[in-house]
């Protein structure tokens, strides 16, 4: 193994780390950083939002490669290749992204976790404001709303399917890098997300990070990651 192609929305961090293990690295993803060009061996930007399964293999006959990482956006992704894989099995991905699901494994293992419901499942007047409401799969925040009363929540029933309403959590937000392998994982820092509602008009979508994040509760319960949804 010592052509690797990534494939992600974003792949600057995984081709970094990549180079810097000593590998050949090709990317294939939407935004074309300037730097990428000066990590990876090769790039193809697909300028697409929503690229087709077509596109994407067109994009990788570009390359040789003998193993590919599925990246960011693309973890579900059935590339139809003989070429090794270096990711979790789709099937999986598909489970634990799943936040409806996610949140009743949480709450089976007594790990905190907001309260979580099928938005179409919810008597908006029974329920305490403000919620947050999000895709029930997905990721990155972009579609993101905060419901502040039973009125909007109504009308967020009539127009959002699929979407799942959370208990909301004032706060800092914080995600946690795991490495894993065989049954076991670790993790490995805390970063602070960052948003920017004046430069995307999104309140919620992830627009980076801060990595270390050095909040006062950087010491972090470790019962997560020993679980079986990593």
């Known amino acids: 193994m010592r052509d ?7 792949t600057r961090h995984i081709c970094r ?27 193809a930007v697909f300028e697409e939002d929503d690229p087709s399964p077509e596109k994407i ?3 990788m006959d570009d390359f040789e490669y003998d193993t590919i990482v599925r990246g960011p956006g693309f973890e579900s992704w059935d590339l139809e290749t003989d070429v090794p894989v270096l990711n979790n099995d789709t099937k999986v991905f598909e489970r634990v992204s799943d936040k409806l699901w996610l949140a009743e ?7 905190p976790h907001p309260e979580t419901y099928l ?3 919810v008597d908006p007047s029974e329920l305490d404001y403000p919620l947050m409401a999000k895709p ?4 990155g925040g972009v579609e993101n709303l905060l419901i502040r009363s039973s009125e909007e929540l109504e009308d967020a029933k009539s127009t959002h399917r699929d979407f799942i309403v959370q208990e909301y959590i004032d706060g800092r937000t914080v995600s946690i890098s795991l490495i894993a392998s065989h049954g076991e994982a670790r993790s490995i820092a805390a970063s602070e997300q960052i948003s920017f509602p004046w430069l995307t008009e999104m309140p919620y979508a992830y627009t980076g990070n801060i990595t270390p994040f050095l909040g006062r509760h950087c010491e972090l319960d470790g ?5 079986r949804c990593i």
């Open 136 to 139: 029930r799969r997905g990721a």
């Open 17 to 43: 780390s990549a180079k810097r293990a000593g590998y050949n690295v090709f990317s294939i993803e939407h935004f074309g950083d300037r730097d990428l060009f000066d990590i990876a061996d090769g790039v």
């Open 119 to 121: 938005i179409e499942d």
């Open 105 to 111: 494994y949480l709450r089976k293992l007594d790990i």
């Open 57 to 59: 293999r067109e994009l």
């Open 223 to 227: 019962r997560a990651c020993r679980t």
């Open 4 to 10: 690797i192609l990534i494939i992600g929305y974003n």
